[in-house]
């Protein structure tokens, strides 16, 4: 089992950047993909990105390709999203999941979730 912790969520204009983190428990993180999932109010949760157990590969949404990067630090059992250009639609809350098996861009293939980071971008 694995708890999963956010952090680096915040308020930031239109064209901003956020680096957005999530720390895991446990001793065997390298053994998940990560994925990066965001809910903005009165919409479903939607992918952002995911992250395959050593960080080799990487998937993401249409929304944010060329604009946000996913990438893991197994040695620090951290998944980070690097959160460039960012755009009103951006503003949700964040969160990360794991799973014991490849990477998916499916929020109900992941086992394990986060509480959340909320992100807010201004225009």
């Known amino acids: 089992q694995v708890q999963l912790v956010e952090s680096g969520g915040g308020l930031v204009q239109a064209g901003g950047s956020l680096r957005l983190s999530c720390a895991a428990s446990?001793?065997?993180?390298?053994?998940?993909?990560m994925g990066w999932f965001r809910q903005a109010p009165g919409k479903e949760r939607d992918v952002v990105a995911a992250i395959s157990w050593g960080g080799g590969a990487t998937y993401y949404a249409d929304s944010v390709k060329g604009r946000f990067t996913i990438s893991r630090d197994n040695a620090k059992n951290t998944v980070y999203l690097q959160m460039n250009s960012l755009k009103p639609e951006d503003t949700a809350i964040y969160y990360c999941?794991?799973?014991?098996?490849?990477?998916?861009?499916?929020?109900?293939?992941?086992?394990?979730w986060g509480q959340g980071t909320q992100v807010t971008v201004s225009s």
């Open positions: 446990g001793r065997t993180f390298s053994s998940y993909s």
């Open positions: 999941a794991a799973r014991r098996s490849i990477p998916t861009m499916k929020d109900n293939e992941y086992d394990y």
